[in-house]
Nanobody, 123 residues
């Protein structure tokens, strides 16, 4: 069982930056691939970024590539999402997820989810 708690969301102006954190409970964090997803009102949940359990490989949605960076610190049981050059269309609830399926881009590839943190980007 893995419990995930996100933090770092908030209100930011377009062009600004935010860093989200996702803290995991337990001793098995380093055995899970981690992902970030987001869901805007009236829209489906969409993939944002993922990182393998060692941190050696990262994956990004085209919409955030070059602006967002995912990283992890296995000693701190935490995964991060650094978001730069934010746009109003980045407004959503951001959730982190943990999985071991090797499926990174789809919610079904993850077994555990956090509650999410709201990110609002004003124009």
């Amino acid at each position: 069982q893995v419990q995930l708690v996100e933090s770092g969301g908030g209100l930011v102006q377009a062009g600004g930056s935010l860093t989200l954190s996702c803290a995991a409970s337990g001793r098995t964090f380093s055995t899970y691939d981690m992902g970030w997803f987001r869901q805007a009102p009236g829209k489906e949940r969409e993939f944002v970024a993922a990182i393998t359990r060692s941190g050696g490989t990262t994956y990004y949605a085209n919409s955030v590539k070059g602006r967002f960076t995912i990283s992890r610190d296995n000693a701190k049981n935490t995964v991060y999402l650094q978001m730069n050059s934010l746009k109003p269309e980045d407004t959503a609830v951001y959730s982190c997820a943990a999985g071991r399926t090797g499926i990174f881009y789809y919610p079904g590839g993850y077994s555990y989810w956090g509650q999410g943190t709201q990110v609002t980007v004003s124009s």
